[in-house]
């Protein structure tokens, strides 16, 4: 079993930053892929980033250059840093993870954390 907590949602001004993070914890063996999508009221859920254990990183183009994700191998955990935040970029903010364990694939979703973007 594989727990994903994440923190560092909030209330921000538009241009104001946030920094996400997301800790994976539970038995595992390697975390393949690790990443933030985000869905907003009304709408699909969307990715926004992620990044594999190779550091390859995916960018949705709305975030593309205010975003950045990196991770902490040592301690399972992804970061996104959300620079110049826009009212649009308000939604409840998932992580997720592909990972392996003993051989098998899977992949979990956090509970979510809320980004609002308002002044």
């Known amino acids: 079993q594989v727990h994903l907590v994440e923190s560092g949602g909030g209330l921000v001004q538009p241009g104001g930053s946030l920094r996400l993070s997301c800790a994976a914890s539970?038995?595992?063996?390697?975390?393949?892929?690790m990443g933030w999508y985000r869905q907003a009221p009304g709408q699909q859920r969307e990715l926004v980033a992620h990044?594999?254990?190779?550091?390859?990183?995916n960018y949705a183009d709305a975030v593309r250059g205010r975003f950045t994700i990196f991770r902490d191998n040592a301690r399972n955990t992804v970061y996104l840093q959300m620079n110049s935040l826009k009212p649009e970029d308000a939604a409840v903010y998932y992580c997720?993870?592909?990972?392996?364990?003993?051989?098998?694939?899977?992949?979990?979703w956090g509970h979510g954390t809320q980004v609002t973007v308002s002044s």
């Open positions: 997720n993870a592909v990972i392996s364990t003993a051989g098998t694939v899977y992949e979990y």
């Open positions: 539970g038995t595992i063996s390697s975390i393949n892929r």
């Open positions: 990044i594999t254990m190779w550091a390859s990183t």
